[in-house]
């Protein structure tokens, strides 16, 4: 992230009376968080905002400070004076508004805050950091700037992104500064076990039940580094479960001794899949799914792939065997 282009953001926020904030479709506790936070300074220095997410809260995100604020429609009139895309490199990915090229006009200045790799360049300001564990210590940067110190509100907001995004600082991308910045929010009144609580144990039954139905889906590539996990449009439907439910699967795939890499494979429609990879730190997922039109980070990315599952699951493994045939040979 350049300085320059970042202080050209403050200005124009600081001179923005409307401002529409955007998280991504599905979203994670980094995105809404960074939007709440957003939100709720950006409030308290007298602007109107609208928050608005194309898939809505989730129920397991309804905790975060704030979100009842979420809207799922923006009203086509409105025009604001600058508009915040949060936490995620493709315009496709914020839905709404964003969409609509005719629609542009009314957004004012965009601003996208995102630590991903690979994004594309869609946004007036780009304040892209790929360096950042989460979006939710950009947005607390980016505060800084103005004179509105962080509430109990915001403080929760951003530390349930960076918790979330590094995994409880488990993940590799856990750095000096995303625990210096977590420290900074349980100063400012964070609760860090509530936080704790309300992402980890909130748990419904049907979350344990398709989790147990997942699991049975496992299969490891020969070499035993590979490993997958699947989920049908009609397992979900057995369990009445949701997406959001399925958060995390991928990492019990991962978790296995020896293994490189695990993918989570979610039919969305007839012979369309979402992949989510992740690694175990030696293989950049985030290059594998670039390769098949998505992004992510190196150690968790995804991408949509169309075709039956077997086919699907062999593309993936061949990309894979790849990388790690490159690794071992150190080239
Ligand atoms: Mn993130």
């Known amino acids: ?22 998280s991504h479709l599905h979203p994670d506790i980094d995105t809404l968080g960074s939007a709440l936070a957003m939100h709720h300074a950006l409030s308290r220095m007298g602007k109107e905002t609208v928050v608005f997410n194309d898939s809505g809260v989730p129920p397991t995100m309804k905790f975060l400070p704030g979100s009842e604020v979420v809207v799922t429609k923006v009203n086509a009139r409105s025009r604001f004076d600058c508009t915040l895309a949060l936490d995620s490199g493709n315009r496709d990915r914020f839905g709404g508004p964003l969409m609509d090229e005719k629609q542009r ?14 994004g594309e360049v869609f946004a007036d300001i780009d304040l892209t950091d790929t360096d950042s564990a ?23 907001n ?13 993940y ?12 900074d929010m349980l100063e400012h009144g964070v609760k860090p076990w509530m936080v704790s609580r309300a992402i980890n144990e909130n748990k419904e039954v049907a979350d344990l039940q398709i989790l147990a139905d997942v699991l049975q889906t496992l299969q490891i590539s020969d070499c035993g580094r590979f490993a997958t996990l699947y ?17 995390g699967f991928v990492n019990y795939a991962r978790s296995i001794k020896g293994v490189e890499v695990s993918a989570l494979l979610r039919e969305e429609g007839e012979g369309l ?7 175990a730190g030696n293989v950049d997922v985030a290059e594998i799914c670039a390769k098949l039109g998505g992004g992510g980070h190196a150690n968790a990315a995804g991408c949509h792939m169309n075709g039956t599952l077997p086919s699907v699951r062999k593309k993936l493994e061949g990309l894979v065997m790849k990388r790690l045939a490159r690794l071992d040979t150190g080239k």
């Open 134 to 156: 989460s979006t939710g210590e950009l947005v607390y940067r980016f505060l800084k700037h103005y004179p509105v110190e962080p509430d109990e509100i915001i403080a929760t």
């Open 105 to 118: 006009e009314r957004l004012g200045v965009i601003i996208k805050i995102d630590h991903h790799k690979f």
């Open 172 to 183: 590799s991308n856990t750095s000096p500064g995303a625990m210096r910045d977590a420290a």
């Open 231 to 247: 989920v049908t449009q009609e397992m979900k439907k057995l369990r009445n479960a949701h997406t959001y439910m399925l958060e």
């Open 273 to 279: 899949w979402k992949a989510s990879l992740r690694s």
């Open 1 to 22: 992230m350049l300085e320059q282009d970042l202080r050209k953001a403050v200005d124009v926020v600081r001179a923005a009376r409307r401002v529409l904030i955007l």
């Open 158 to 170: 951003i530390y349930s992104a960076i918790v979330s995004d590094t995994g409880f600082f488990n």
